[in-house]
């Protein structure tokens, strides 16, 4: 099955630097990787996707890199503010033709921005 | 338009008995799967339902079981619990069963402690 791995586990950057979170996949025939954001007290939320024919995706702040030759995706968040300390899990699907793929995911990130 | 509910979202059982989990997707949506959450191991796959059948299932033993209903409500049961078992189970809806369009939207979770 498949194996997704996620680095690092923990992060602290400076409130306005960046930060990089990095995922490696095991399955060459997944084709869908999104990210989710736990807040403290929640449920984890989509906060962005990428699927297997694009490289990149961007959404203001943020922007996931995906390279399919070396099986590993990145999310970038630039700007970092206050709000986006949370914890965040990359997660990855692949395909079967019997449409009962699932969502295996990272353990986790947890991202905390120092004021 | 209400999101995945999940109840109760605490509890607190002893070593040996037996509990259930109960979630309730979004308005419309078919497809339920359950997660554990639990420090350092990120979200391990309990299983998914669609349309009152189990479509995929992780790799836990048989104490971890579910079912759904016709209204696409489901519950998942542990029998003879064990420590380990304390975590977050969070329940995950989506308008379709697997594929690569079939976001996750995660309700708040039940968080299990057992003694």
């Known amino acids: 099955g498949e194996n997704v791995e996620q680095h690092p586990s923990t992060l602290s950057v400076q409130e306005g630097d960046s930060a990089v979170i990095k995922c490696t996949y095991s399955d060459s025939a997944s084709n869908y990787f999104p990210w989710y954001k736990q807040e403290l007290g929640k449920g984890p939320q989509l906060i962005i996707d990428?699927?297997?024919?694009?490289g990149e995706k961007k959404d203001q702040r943020i922007a996931v890199t995906l390279n399919k030759t070396a099986k590993h995706f990145s999310l970038h968040i630039t700007e970092t503010q206050p709000e986006d300390s949370a914890v965040y899990f990359c997660a990855a699907r692949g395909h079967s033709n019997f449409g009962n793929e699932k969502l295996t995911f990272g353990t986790g990130t947890r991202l905390t921005i120092i004021p | 338009k209400a999101g995945v509910t999940q109840t109760p979202r605490y509890l607190i059982k002893t070593r040996g008995q037996q509990v259930t989990l109960s979630c309730s997707p979004i308005?419309?949506?078919?497809?339920v799967s359950w997660y554990q959450q639990t420090p350092g191991q990120g979200l391990q796959f309990l299983f998914e339902?669609?349309?009152?059948?189990?479509?995929n299932k992780g790799n836990f033993p048989g104490r971890f079981s579910g079912r759904q209903f016709s209204n696409s409500r489901s519950e998942m049961n542990v029998s003879t619990l064990e420590l380990g078992d304390s975590a977050l189970y969070l329940c995950?809806?989506?308008?379709?069963?697997?594929?690569?369009?079939?976001?996750?939207?995660f309700g708040e979770g039940s968080r299990l402690t057992v003694l």
């Open positions: 990428i699927r297997s024919n694009v």
């Open positions: 339902y669609f349309s009152e059948t189990q479509r």
């Open positions: 308005s419309g949506h078919r497809s």
């Open positions: 995950a809806s989506s308008r379709l069963a697997g594929g690569p369009t079939g976001e996750l939207f």
